[in-house]
């Protein structure tokens, strides 16, 4: 005997705009899912079997019956016809095979494919208002700051900011003003210049040059970053995969205040103490990945690198949300929905 289950082929389909995965059997003349599954993707009303079928052992499969659906195979959609068996079958047969003319298409492109399902993101700002609303605060740790010996202050002048770009910096430092991430100060020993950085999405992010000064006399913070080879470990056999990435990460994390007259930014508007760990800072992605290891420790199929969250089950039914439940109390201003709602 052997094992023949890495031969087998599979494809991502969707069936009413649930995902489900079918083994490709060109030598089944029909499409056939089990009553489990058949559940799994809502229970559609079913109607007698039109076809009588036999296995290989001219045997007849006994059919629960049959019903229409809509199928969904590498971005094209059409109608087809699905039976139920009670056995345990999850097989993509060739009436579906020539329906989507697959049979001229390389078996690479449609087979153990990876799909990606997306949802436009006002669905999810309607449904988990409290998640996208604000900015998190986490209240379980404060970084501080380790100066070598001997250092002293560096106070850097400010840089001048294009006249084209002075409303939308004003705009940024109001919003992390009331956001209390940054607090105006009358005097500091220190001081970096600031860097105004365009993000993608055609917002702006306002960093401090730590490397004028600040940067060369802090002590490191040892903590490695994980390799690829890590996250693929941890999210080893995980079939479907999500991502979760946290908005002004690292402002969601706070600094101790005896360290943070050490990060003051010169502004155009004058000087301004930043309470929150601020991008720039050398130790800021090895403080950070060690705090959200923290707080993912324990919790499968999760994997953190820096701000992204990257989640993986083998499952389409489940949502490995339990550990992040256990500490939302890490993060009080943003309330987790119930797993149950959860897609």
Not at 32 to 45: A, F, H, K
Not at 73 to 101: C, K, W
Not at 151 to 162: G, I
Request: with cysteine.
């Amino acid at each position: 005997m052997c094992n023949v289950e890495a031969r087998r082929k599979y494809v991502n389909v969707l069936i009413n705009g649930t995902p489900v995965k079918l083994q490709l059997d060109t030598a089944s003349d029909i499409t056939v899912i089990s009553e489990g599954l058949w559940r799994d993707v809502g229970q559609p009303p079913l109607m007698a079997a039109t076809v009588k079928a036999k296995t290989a052992s001219q045997n007849y499969l006994q059919l629960k019956g049959e019903f229409d659906a809509s199928i969904t195979i590498a971005s094209r959609t059409q109608q087809a016809t699905i039976r139920v068996a009670r056995a345990n079958l999850f097989l993509l047969g060739a009436d579906v095979v020539e329906a989507f003319e697959l049979g001229s298409i390389p078996m690479d492109q449609f087979c153990s494919n990876i799909d990606a399902v997306s949802t436009p993101e006002s669905v999810w700002e309607k449904r988990f208002p409290t998640v996208f609303k604000g900015m998190g605060l986490c209240l379980k740790s404060r970084i501080k700051l380790e100066i070598k010996e001997g250092s002293h202050p560096v106070f850097r002048p400010k840089r001048p900011v294009a006249y084209a770009m002075l409303q939308t910096v004003d705009e940024e430092l109001d919003r992390l003003e009331a956001l209390k991430v940054i607090t105006p100060v009358d005097y500091s020993d220190w001081a970096a210049p600031i860097v105004v950085v365009r993000k993608a999405n055609g917002k702006i992010r306002i960093c401090g040059d730590y490397s004028t000064g600040l940067n060369d006399i802090l002590r490191p913070h040892e903590y490695p970053l994980p390799l690829p080879e890590d996250i693929f470990a941890k999210l080893a056999r995980c079939q479907i995969f999500s991502k979760i990435d946290l908005s002004d990460a690292f402002l969601q994390v706070q600094i101790d205040e005896k360290f943070r007259p050490l990060l003051t930014i010169n502004t155009h508007r004058g000087l301004y103490h930043y309470n929150r760990l601020p991008p720039g800072i050398k130790i800021a992605p090895a403080a950070f990945q060690q705090l959200i290891d923290t707080m993912l420790a324990g919790i499968t199929g999760v994997c953190g690198y820096m701000d992204d969250l990257i989640i993986g089950d083998s499952k389409q039914t489940t949502v490995p949300c339990s550990g992040f439940l256990a500490r939302r109390k890490a993060f009080p201003s943003i309330q987790l929905p119930d797993c149950s709602d959860l897609p």
